[in-house]
């Protein structure tokens, strides 16, 4: 059974999400978060259209101790539109995704995602967003994956989603390892919690993602983006009640959001996306202060927490 670190780095954000960073600061915020502990990065072709990869893989390059994840179901292919990208990443369009869940379109994936991390594997292989491709994903791209695990190709293979529902399928139909989760299972969503308690019923990790539901929960007075989408008022006030519980017990709405996904026994670990080494930092030193019981107990007699527990 593959190890997974408590905290990991995700690494869309230095493939250029939303706004662009440098190599030199793409290469520090990696550097940064390996100086702090983090043991787990995850990335993907999606992300920067193979610039997170890139980037990820020449800043891991000679090191060791490590657990790398990355995702198949969009292949890469050339493309002559030009223009920039069109899905939050700002790199030139010189290639497109092409969602591919066949046994032929992930075997091709993870070759070409090695040849871009200039690494010789990955820890870690997940099937990406195949939410309108279920079928195919679960009887071609899932065995295919459970084939290079039983090789030794990949140690673990998964899923990872924004929805709960789907993987909820993978956990009853497959024999997966992680289930990589974004945004449902939050201070402000928990939703996921049917997938969590049936991953722990299977014995199958979570990586919790997406703890910031984007931005809304990033802040100590919350403000900005829910699923990436300007935050509705409603949700707002929402956050803002839970921050004055939060400050009320001496901690930050983002450390609670941090600690919160790791309460649930299914959770393996947090993975937190980071676009600079002061982010880093800045998670690296909240991690490290106590969050009370009694303030998820508190949170739970006002009903801001709806998690069942």
């Known amino acids: ?58 800043a891991l390059r000679g090191r060791s101790g490590y657990v790398l994840s990355t995702k198949v179901g ?33 075997l091709r994936s993870l070759e070409e995602s090695l040849e871009r991390l200039g690494l010789p594997g990955v820890d870690l292989a997940l099937i990406h967003d195949p939410d309108d491709h279920l079928d195919q994903a679960l009887s071609e791209a899932y065995p295919a994956l459970a084939e290079l695990r039983s090789q030794g190709v990949v140690k673990a293979v998964g899923v990872g989603m924004n929805q709960w529902r789907a993987p909820l399928r993978f956990v009853r139909e497959t ?10 299972y939050t201070l402000l969503d928990q939703s996921g919690l049917p997938l969590l308690d049936a991953c722990a019923s299977r014995g199958v990790r979570v990586l919790a993602a997406g703890v910031f539901n ?28 839970i921050a004055s519980v939060c400050a009320a017990h001496g901690v930050t709405l983002p450390r609670a959001a941090m600690a919160f996904p790791l309460l649930h026994p299914a959770t393996a670990a947090i993975v937190l996306g980071a ?35």
């Open 214 to 241: 984007s931005g809304l929960l990033a802040t100590p007075e919350p403000s900005g983006t829910y699923d990436y989408h300007p935050a509705p008022p409603e949700l707002v006030d929402r956050a803002r009640r």
């Open 1 to 58: 059974m593959i190890a997974l670190p408590r905290v990991g780095l995700g690494a869309a954000p230095i493939g250029n999400l939303f706004s662009a960073v440098t190599d030199e600061q793409a290469r520090a915020t990696v550097d940064a978060a390996w100086e702090s502990g983090v043991r787990l990065f995850d990335t993907a072709p999606h992300y920067g259209l193979g610039l997170s990869e890139r980037r990820l893989g020449a």
């Open 74 to 106: 969009r292949l890469l292919v050339p493309s002559s539109r030009g223009g920039r990208d069109s899905q939050g990443f700002d790199v030139p369009a010189d290639v497109e995704r092409v969602w591919d869940f066949s046994r032929d379109g992930v």
């Open 175 to 184: 024999d997966l390892d992680v289930v990589m989760l974004a945004g449902r």
């Open 275 to 309: 676009r600079s080494p002061g982010e880093v930092e800045t998670n690296a030193a909240s991690m490290e202060r106590p969050v009370p019981g009694a303030l998820w107990s508190e949170l739970r007699a006002e009903g801001l927490l709806h998690e069942g527990r």
